[in-house]
């Protein structure tokens, strides 16, 4: 069974192209949804997330890290991403251990 804690550690090795941070710590990620799939032994995981900023031209390299990252875990079979601004992404949703990094 895959948890949403696994999850979020391949969510940590994905990291925004543009800032040094990873995309959980950057808080991109809205919502993880794990559910039993239609293969045996497996699961899909929904993902919702968000950019820093509409239009970002490595919204593809994001969507494939995230797909490659989550694709490694044992018992995955389907992973869905969608991309919403609502709310819109801002710097206050980084966490305490991404801003001591970025000296915020």
Not at 2 to 7: C, F, G, P
Not at 60 to 75: A, M, P, R, T, Y
């Amino acid at each position: 069974m895959i948890t949403e804690q696994q999850v979020i550690e391949k969510l940590k090795e994905c990291m925004d192209p543009e800032i040094p941070v990873d995309i959980w710590n950057l808080g991109l990620i809205y919502d993880i949804q794990i559910k039993d799939s239609n293969v045996a032994d497996k699961q899909d995981v929904a993902i919702i997330m968000t950019l820093t900023v509409p239009g970002c031209p490595m919204v593809k390299h994001i969507k494939e890290d995230v797909q490659s990252k989550l694709s490694s875990l044992n018992g995955m079979n389907d992973i869905a991403i969608d991309i919403t601004f609502d709310p819109k992404w801002n710097t206050n949703m980084i966490s305490a251990e991404a801003r001591k990094k970025l000296n915020i």
